[in-house]
Nanobody, 123 residues
């Protein structure tokens, strides 16, 4: 397994930007596809974005496509989520997760999770 620690959350006005980071421990980071999920109060955890092991392939939820960008730096054992044009409905706790397979939109495929970082978007 890999240990994950998210950072970069905070409070931002609608239309603003934030960049989340997720630092992974261990020497096998490049063996995992990496994803971001989010969970708003009273709602189920939902898929946001996923990036392949090499970083060459990405996939996004329709709700964030065109506004969010997932990327990774395997030399730094870090995955990022650049969030632009933020909306109040993006308010949630954001989690990064590691998938030992090829990457999925299904949370059950991800075996390692961070503790989450809060993102709040005000009107």
């Amino acid at each position: 397994q890999v240990q994950l620690v998210e950072s970069g959350g905070g409070l931002v006005q609608a239309g603003g930007s934030l960049r989340l980071s997720c630092a992974a421990s261990g020497r096998t980071f490049s063996s995992y596809a990496m994803g971001w999920f989010r969970q708003a109060p009273g709602k189920e955890r939902e898929f946001v974005a996923v990036v392949s092991r090499s970083g060459g392939s990405t996939y996004y939820a329709d709700s964030v496509k065109g506004r969010f960008t997932i990327s990774r730096d395997n030399a730094k054992n870090t995955v990022y989520l650049q969030m632009n044009s933020l909306k109040p409905e993006d308010t949630a706790v954001y989690y990064c997760a590691a998938d030992p397979s090829y990457g999925s939109t299904w949370y059950g495929a991800f075996g390692s999770w961070g503790q989450g970082t809060q993102v709040a978007v005000s009107t």
